[in-house]
């Protein structure tokens, strides 16, 4: 059973940064997509960025400029770094991987993805 573990998560005045980290407890080669997500109090989870195998990736329109996904070489860990945050940043950011062998144009659509992370915590106060 695959394990994914999420951490960098705190809390920042707006302006701030942080950089999320999610471990895999095993790389699978045929993961062709991953993605962050997060969840406000009260609202749906929603895509916030993905990371294709061939290097393309997506981003949601509201943290475009703003964050930026990667891996590393080892590709066990998927990264988020997270620039000038704003308080409507706050939520608990999740990251994901699909069955093996999946692919999707939709990387951004949560029911693209079966694997999750418990979630670590992003505050950002104004």
């Known amino acids: 059973q695959v394990q994914l573990v999420e951490s960098g998560g705190g809390s920042v005045q707006a302006g701030g940064s942080l950089r999320l980290s999610c471990a895999a407890s095993?790389?699978?080669s045929r993961w062709y997509y991953r993605g962050w997500f997060r969840q406000a109090p009260g609202k749906e989870r929603?895509?916030?960025?993905?990371?294709?195998?061939?290097?393309?990736?997506s981003y949601a329109e509201s943290v475009k400029g703003r964050f930026t996904i990667s891996q590393d070489n080892a590709k066990n860990t998927l990264y988020l770094q997270m620039n000038s945050l704003k308080p409507e940043d706050t939520a608990m950011y999740y990251c994901?991987?699909?069955?093996?062998?999946?692919?999707?144009?939709?990387?951004?659509?949560?029911?693209?993805?079966?694997?999750w992370g418990q979630g670590t915590q992003v505050t950002v106060s104004s």
């Open positions: 095993e790389y699978s």
């Open positions: 994901a991987a699909p069955v093996a062998g999946r692919t999707t144009r939709y990387p951004l659509n949560r029911y693209e993805y079966i694997y």
């Open positions: 929603e895509g916030v960025a993905s990371f294709n195998s061939d290097g393309r990736t």
